[in-house]
């Protein structure tokens, strides 16, 4: 929007464009014109237009009210505009001709940050894999850890806020991935062939899979990379970009600030720098003179503090002075010392601050380049012509040669020379036909008097023909382009008029060269010259604009140089020319006023002035477009006249504003670029180091204070700066300290103090997992700093010690009440009607109370692995070694302790309505204990030792019971027990664990009925039965029921006892010696039993062969078996002295075993006397042998009479085969059996040896004899069957009772006539017959 009394020649065609293109951003934007009121200046635009629109209002007081405060509103937001780009244009300076700073190439690269959105969608991917939708190939150690890292990491509320700081990138969640799944691979079996180096690689590999999802690697590679080139470097319109973006500059307003500014102008750029350090070094003499000084802290600091600006203005121009006069340029700049008074130099005046015509010699490039030749006709077309080129005192060229019909060349020649005003002479030649001819014909030629100025492209010159050129009108066509040296900043001919130089008025060629960047010479040339005929050195000398001089003819635009005592009057030919003079000179002559053309003078007073400036340059045009937008007094400003301190604190504020909010985890850090500008910043403009860090600190702690994450590191370094520098240490040189930069040091320490210990008592939460990597440690040495007095005197370690320790036990509470009321929220949303009396009134109930501890314990522990995995870093360095802060280990555990106490409070009230009787709260104890008991600073440590006083009764009077109770349950069991066999659980199966759902804990065995004279109320235990999930696996009968329930319950509670893993190791050996001896002595009470049963059960059987071994025979010794393999494990002591214990019981088993084998022996010698004495009446000499004998001889005449005594031998190998076969099948010691064959065989053979020996003198009678030898032929082979070895077999008693047989059958086959086939001799008709 234009201003109201803008003239009409304002709306030229550019700027009307452009008026309406900025109409609608600018609504608010005023622009004053250099001759408007200051009170013009400061009236808003919007304000005149909205009062006219206003609508009524009923209240004229709160109307007014309302329309002061948007004005005031309006004020602000102007002012604040224009402070913004008032900054900004010191900002573009800076950016365009830094000499003092560079962009940084060492600084960390700051990863990209992760947003809401990303985690989310970093969740659904983690998700979709453990739900099984992604077609990653993964085993089920990798889904397990991923399962973990989902649950404790991804979903934890400490990653959110961490996400919600802006602190946390993808390089964070790959890491705790990767420290996670660390230990998982090391704890891993080995395995042949396939190294965990692997693992971990392929594991990593799979997590990137996932983390990636469908996303192509390829684009997040080049994402990756385009972002981190524009965080190492950025250019220069990237560098004014981002602080448009800081500063709120539109674009429209940076194009019009550039252009006037004149920023890509180099010359404009180190002249305002030189400006500016005048400016510097007036003021400091000014400040000097008026003692307006800061307020330091010691009066001896003012003199230092001039000094100090001086000092730093000189370092200033040593900087700029060692800028080459254009970037990239050959030429440097000569080391001058700059003089303030400076003397006009004459032709042989000079002296240590003067410059001589040989300083000032330039050195110029020339490239001549001829085309061809216009009106050459007398010559023969076929003739050759050719053309020469130099430069007067230089070498000649040759062009090649062509014919006179097509006289062209496009040759090119290059030349150096030291002339400003050289003399380029071309001839054309032809060669000569005659024979006698020494030389070829010049036909014309030309010269040339070039300078930088002249047109590059070619032009028609006409010739200067020689007489022997017949050809007037020859032309020739060429180009000569004259280069402009680097230190060649204006060049032209001027009319000059001097007191002490050009004391004629007359034109010349005047150039003015850079010397240095203090350093400038006016010089004038004459032509075919390389020093000047005269020079001015300017340093001193004011330039401006003039009116026409009286009595001076020649020239049309004037205007002087003006030094007291000396004026130099210059004029041009057009008003550009003296326009870009002056520029020149003002440049040179780094003075504080700015001429002012007397065309934009007129333009502002007059209307119709239009054109008066058409011969004004393009940079005239751009300044006054800016002074219409207003930007003028942005642009002239002088930069000394402001508060730069208060400037740079704002800057650095927004910029850091725009840090946070991009899209990279900086933690606080600049990005290069923004350091780079905000360090040129602060030389240019002299601001203090401690004010910048100090703002810098307080921005941070604001920050922080917000939520924002910052790098302690970052924090350390700003802070050590600022310490160095009020105790004395002048890290930047300045040895002054104000009292302002005191007391806000001392306000920064305390909220940094405030902040570091908040920190540290939060540190779960302000460094989540142990992110960012080395925050912590950094935190730690920070504090350390900022504890110190001063910047000699180290703070005593206790001292620290003692802050971070009361921290931590702050921290203790804080993270036991959050996972505290983790633990509620989960216990009431487990609850579905909150509403509901029972329920509510269950949360009460000791089972609930206790269900809630130990949540509270997995919580607990799982808080403590946490601070060891992922916050114990602070006390070793990153190679492993211990850190300065290895004491950090130590409060560590004091945290841990203080952290478990508050628990212990929770857990001993839950323990406390604990039912005496009831046993659920020892998975409490395995669950800390397993964690604790690993630990080694935690292990019997307080808390450690508290809760082993606290279940050390509760184990004692549980094994009391225990034995009390079993003892009493082997009583009445083998008084009510049948004697059947049970399926084994304990013997068969030793090595495979039982389920268990909850905590992978055994539960413990319950006690059975009451035991007497106890008054509690004890639950029954139930009776052993086999798990149907076991009868797959194993399918075997075995012992009773009774004794199988007292190897189950004593390896029950043997595991259970072990189990606890009981960290104190006298109690431990108490523990175990006690079990060691019950055990002993519940089997001694079992194995006693059993045999006494086994003898009465024995007892009660019948003698004849009718008997038959019952079931519950083979179980008691089964049970006996169970007993020997049950006592090697549970009754089995470590200590040597003491293995009389397990010797005594296998003694006992031994010994039973032996004697129930003898009883069982003595069964079947009874029964065996009993067949004997069946055949004994068949003695010879008795009256029932005679009788018998009589009686089947005649009955045998009229029937069939069966073989006599045929059913008594068959009716004792049916007994024998039958009990040979249950043992075999039934008893489960092989050794047992064969023992009990080898007694029964040998007890029966010299039982039948015996009888036999008995009968010595007598003749067998045949039936006797039949019986026997069946008996004997059976018995030898059904026990040879058996595994009976053949020396047992074959014994002496053996032989003599064959032998026996086998005469008694010869004698009997003699006197009877036959055996009817039965014989001792084996057959096969007797195979078959047993078959």
């Given amino acids: 929007m234009l201003d109201p009394s803008s003239s009409e020649e304002e709306s030229d065609g550019i700027v009307e464009e452009e008026s309406k293109e900025a109409l609608a951003p600018q609504a608010s934007f005023s622009r004053v014109s250099p001759n408007r009121s200051s009170e013009s200046s400061d009236r808003l635009q919007p304000s005149s237009r909205g009062s006219s629109a206003r609508p009524a209002s009923p209240s004229p007081t709160a109307a007014g009210e309302q329309e002061k405060e948007d004005a005031e509103r309006l004020q602000r937001e102007e002012e604040e505009r224009k402070r913004k780009l ?103 079996p080995e395995i042949d062939g396939l190294s965990k180096e692997t693992v971990l690689s392929s594991w990593m590999a799979k997590f990137d899979t996932i983390y990636r999802g469908d996303e192509d690697p390829r684009k997040a590679q080049q994402r990756m990379t385009a972002s981190a080139a524009s965080e190492l470097i950025l250019s220069k319109d990237q560098l004014y970009e981002m602080f448009q973006q800081i500063l709120g500059i539109k674009k429209f307003e940076h194009q019009l600030l550039y252009q006037a500014c004149q920023l890509d102008n180099l010359d404009e750029q180190a002249a305002q720098i030189r400006r500016e350090l005048d400016g510097r070094l007036q003021m400091a003499d000014q400040i000097a003179r008026a003692a307006k000084f800061p307020k330091f802290v010691s009066k001896e600091m003012e003199a230092m503090y001039i000094e100090e600006l001086k000092s730093s203005v000189n370092q200033l121009m040593a900087n700029l002075e060692s800028m080459p006069v254009s970037k990239g340029g050959e030429f440097k700049l000569q080391k001058l010392k700059r003089g303030h008074n400076t003397s006009i130099i004459d032709m042989g005046q000079e002296d240590e601050n003067q410059l001589s015509k040989s300083d000032v010699v330039l050195s110029f490039t020339l490239e001549v380049v001829i085309m061809e030749v216009q009106g050459l006709k007398s010559l023969a077309p076929n003739r050759i012509v050719y053309c020469t080129m130099e430069v007067e005192g230089g070498e000649k060229l040759q062009t090649d040669q062509a014919e006179a019909s097509k006289p062209t060349w496009g040759t090119q020649g290059d030349f150096t020379t030291t002339h400003p005003l050289p003399a380029v002479k071309v001839k054309l030649f032809t060669e000569s036909t005659g024979v006698l001819a020494l030389e070829d014909k010049e036909l014309g030629r030309v010269v040339l008097h070039p300078t930088p100025n002249s047109p590059k492209q070619s032009e028609l010159h006409k010739m200067t023909v020689t007489k022997a050129c017949p050809d007037q009108d020859l032309k020739i066509k060429l180009a000569v382009r004259m280069d402009k040296p680097q230190n060649m900043k204006a060049c032209g001919y001027l009319w000059a008029f001097g007191k002490n130089v050009w004391k004629r008025w007359k034109k010349r060629f005047f150039v003015l060269v850079q010397v240095s960047q203090y350093t400038f010479a006016m010089c004038s040339y004459r032509e075919k010259k390389s020093e000047p005929q005269e020079l001015l050195q300017l340093d001193g000398y004011t330039v401006d604009y003039t009116d ?44 504080s006023h700015k001429p002012v053309p007397p065309t934009q003078v007129q333009k502002l007073n007059s209307k119709g002035g239009a054109s008066a400036q058409m011969d004004a340059p393009i940079s005239q045009f751009y300044a006054d477009r800016a002074q219409k937008h207003g930007m003028d007094e942005f642009i002239s400003a002088n930069p000394c006249s402001f508060d730069h301190a208060s400037l740079f604190e704002m800057v650095q504020r927004l910029t850091l504003d725009h840090r946070l909010n991009d899209n990279f985890a900086c933690l606080g850090w600049f990005s290069p670029g923004q350091v780079f500008v905000l360090d040129e910043y602060c030389a240019r403009n002299g601001v203090r180091g401690c004010h910048r860090h100090l703002c810098y600190l307080g921005d941070l702690l604001e920050r922080a204070d917000a939520g924002n994450m910052v790098d302690p590191t970052l924090l350390h370094y700003s802070f050590a700066f600022c310490a160095s520098h009020v105790h004395g240490n002048r890290p930047d040189g300045l040895g002054t300290v104000t009292v302002e930069e005191k007391e806000r040091f001392e306000e920064i320490k305390e909220r940094l103090r405030v902040l570091l210990e908040n920190q540290i008592t939060n540190f779960r939460y302000c460094f989540p997992f142990g992110r960012p990597e080395g925050a912590l440690k950094a935190t730690l040495s920070l504090l350390e700093r900022v504890l110190m007095k001063d910047i000699v005197t180290p703070v005593p370690q206790e001292d620290v010690k003692g802050v971070i320790r009361k921290c931590l036990e702050q921290a203790a509470q804080i993270n036991y009440q959050r996972i505290t009321d983790y633990a509620r929220v989960e216990v009431e949303k487990s609850l579905k009607d909150q509403r509901d009396p029972e329920n509510v009134a269950n949360l009460a109930t000791p089972a609930k109370k206790l269900e809630h501890v130990i949540r509270l314990a997995e919580l607990v522990i799982e808080v403590l692995q946490q601070n060891q995995d992922h916050h114990a870093e602070a006390a070793v360095t990153s190679t492993g070694d211990q850190s300065a802060f290895a004491w950090w280990s130590d409060l560590m555990v004091e945290h841990a302790e203080h952290f478990l106490s508050l628990y212990g409070v929770d857990m001993d009230a839950a323990l406390e309505i604990q039912s005496p009787e009831s046993w659920d709260s020892f998975p409490l104890f395995q669950l800390l204990n397993d964690f604790l008991r690993t630990d080694y600073h935690l292990c019997n440590g307080k808390f450690h030792k508290h809760l082993q006083d606290l279940y050390a ?149 019948s003698r004849s062969t009718d008997f038959r071994i019952p079931l519950s025979l083979c179980t008691m010794f089964n049970v006996m078996v169970d007993a020997k393999d049950q006592s090697a494990k549970l009754c089995a002591m470590e200590m040597g002295q003491e293995k009389q214990y397990h010797s005594k019981i296998d003694d006992l088993i031994e010994e039973s075993v032996k004697d129930m084998i003898t009883l069982l022996v003595a069964k079947f010698v009874a029964i065996l006397e009993s067949v004997l004495a069946k055949i004994s009446r068949y003695d010879e000499g008795t009256l029932f042998s005679s009788f018998l004998s009589f009686t089947v001889k005649a009955a045998s005449k009229y029937v069939d009479v069966p073989k006599p005594g045929m059913d008594v031998a068959d009716g004792y190998v049916t007994f024998v085969r039958h009990s040979q076969d249950i043992l075999r099948d039934k008893v489960n010691e092989e050794v047992y059996i064969e023992r009990l064959f080898d007694q029964w065989y040998t007890a029966t053979m010299n039982l039948l040896g015996t009888w036999l020996t008995d009968r010595m003198d007598q003749q067998l009678h045949v039936y006797q004899l039949k019986i026997l030898i069946r008996i004997v032929k059976k018995k030898y082979r059904d026990f040879r069957l058996q595994g009976v070895l053949d020396s047992t077999l074959n014994s002496k008693m053996y032989d003599t009772v064959r032998n026996r047989l086998t005469l008694e059958e010869a004698t009997a086959s003699v006197r009877e006539g036959g055996m009817q086939g039965i014989s001792m001799k084996d057959s096969d008709e007797e195979d078959k017959e047993d078959d």
């Fill in 548 to 591: 026409p001089q009286p009595g001076l003819d020649g020239g049309r635009a004037f205007f002087n140089a003006v030094k007291e005592g000396d004026t130099v009057i210059f004029a041009s030919d057009d008003e550009q020319d003296r326009i870009l003079w002056v520029q020149a000179m003002y440049r040179a002559t780094g003075q």
């Fill in 86 to 188: 008032q900054l900004y244009v010191f900002v573009m300076r800076c950016v365009a001709y830094p000499f003092n700073a560079k962009q940084p190439t060492d600084m960390a690269r700051r990863q990209l940050k992760i947003t809401k959105q990303q985690l989310q969608t970093t969740k659904d991917r983690f998700e979709s894999f453990l739900k099984g939708d992604t077609q990653i190939v993964a085993d089920e150690a990798f889904i397990n850890a991923v399962q973990s890292y989902y649950e404790v990491f991804l979903k934890s509320d400490r990653v959110a806020k961490m996400v919600q700081t802006g602190g946390f990138s993808a390089v964070d969640c790959r890491e705790v991935f990767k420290r996670h799944i660390e230990k998982r691979v090391r704890s891993l």
């Fill in 953 to 1101: 009764p509760l184990v004692v009077r549980y094994v009391d019971l225990m034995e009390s109770s079993i003892s009493q349950s082997i009583h009445r069991g083998f008084e009510r027990e049948s004697w059947e066999p049970v399926k084994s659980l304990t013997s068969n199966l030793p090595n495979v664990n039982l389920p268990n759902v909850n905590l992978q804990i055994p539960k413990v065995p319950n006690l059975p009925v009451p035991v007497a004279g106890l008054s509690v109320n004890l639950p029954q235990m139930p009776s052993f039965s086999t798990p149907s999930w076991m009868a797959a696996i194993y399918d075997s009968d075995n012992g009773s029921g009774t004794s199988e329930d007292l190897f189950w319950k004593l390896d029950a509670l043997q595991t259970f006892i072990r189990d606890l893993h009981w960290p104190e190791e006298e109690f431990a050996k108490h523990l175990d010696n006690r079990m060691k001896l019950m055990s002993s002595d519940m089997i001694e009470s079992c194995v006693k039993r059993t045999r006494a049963a086994f003898e009465s059960k024995l007892a009660k059987s």
